[in-house]
């Protein structure tokens, strides 16, 4: 099941519902989310930081500009980000009520459009050609459900001819 920035509970036959983090994320992980963020969002993004990524994003009701790190994979023309905290977290939301972000992946930058939130088992092709066994693993272990696919466009690159 896809949604395309669709209203939350709007209950309509092929949308999601909207999801928070599991259990383990929330005992284990959101405690040291105040602690690591802040060094995580320096260091994410950059190249050879492949842990995260920075997302930049406004917020949908003060209109200022975040920047997140999230776990997130380039394929081909499709970033992947597993919502380890759910659809339901803020920077998720921002980036589906806008229609999209700019993510700094690997040391580049894309403009982000198009966010779909994806179940794990509609999106197990892609997350298998995306992510490697050991991320994979991880997203497991965390109880890891959605997902967002957003169309990658990169930023202050030519286009190849065609």
Not at 93 to 113: E, S
Request: glycine fraction near 12%; include cysteine; charge should be positive.
């Amino acid at each position: 099941m896809t949604t395309k920035s669709q209203p939350h509970g709007s209950g309509h036959a092929g949308v999601l519902e909207p999801t928070g983090p599991a259990l383990v994320v929330r005992i284990l992980v959101r405690p040291m989310t105040t602690m690591l963020n802040p060094l995580i969002v320096k260091l994410a993004g950059r190249r050879h930081f492949r842990m995260a990524a920075q997302i930049h994003h406004v917020g949908r009701r003060s209109g200022r500009l975040y920047v997140t790190p999230a776990g997130a994979h380039l394929h081909g023309d499709v970033i992947v980000i597993p919502l380890t905290f759910g659809s339901r977290s803020d920077w998720a939301r921002n980036v589906r009520a806008a229609g999209g972000c700019l993510i700094r992946l690997n040391g580049r930058d894309y403009r982000a459009t198009e966010p779909e939130i994806f179940g794990r088992e509609e999106a197990r092709d892609l997350i298998r050609s995306t992510f490697g066994p050991l991320e994979r693993a991880g997203v497991r272990m965390l109880g890891i459900r959605q997902f967002m696919r957003l169309h990658a466009e990169p930023i202050g690159q030519k286009r190849p001819p065609g």
